[in-house]
């Protein structure tokens, strides 16, 4: 089982940052890809931005540019700088990581952070 506790939310207004962090604990051999999704009121669950264990990045169209991802390995985290923040980013924000265990990959997702831009 794998846990992930996510950090960083909260209320800005637009054209500022915040730095969402997700750190993972638990019983895994290695940790493979991870990511981080948002899903707006109303809206379906979309892939923001996502990384690779050897550091190889993939973003939505609409946050190139102004979010980046970061992982360190060593410490089981990943990280999403968002700058120059827009209201339409507001969402609720989800980490979501592939542990391998025993040869399996399982899919695991934080509980959520509120991020609200105001305009």
């Known amino acids: 089982q794998v846990q992930l506790v996510e950090s960083g939310g909260g209320l800005v207004q637009a054209g500022g940052s915040l730095r969402l962090s997700c750190v993972a604990s638990?019983?895994?051999?290695?940790?493979?890809?991870m990511g981080w999704y948002r899903q707006a009121p109303g809206k379906q669950r979309d892939l923001v931005a996502a990384?690779?264990?050897?550091?190889?990045?993939d973003y939505a169209d609409s946050v190139k540019g102004r979010f980046t991802i970061s992982r360190d390995n060593a410490k089981n985290t990943v990280t999403l700088q968002m700058n120059v923040l827009k209201p339409e980013d507001t969402a609720v924000y989800y980490c979501?990581?592939?542990?391998?265990?025993?040869?399996?990959?399982?899919?695991?997702w934080g509980q959520g952070t509120q991020v609200t831009v105001s305009s």
């Open positions: 979501k990581t592939d542990a391998l265990l025993f040869g399996a990959e399982y899919h695991y």
């Open positions: 638990g019983r895994f051999f290695r940790m493979n890809n």
């Open positions: 990384i690779t264990r050897d550091g190889s990045t």
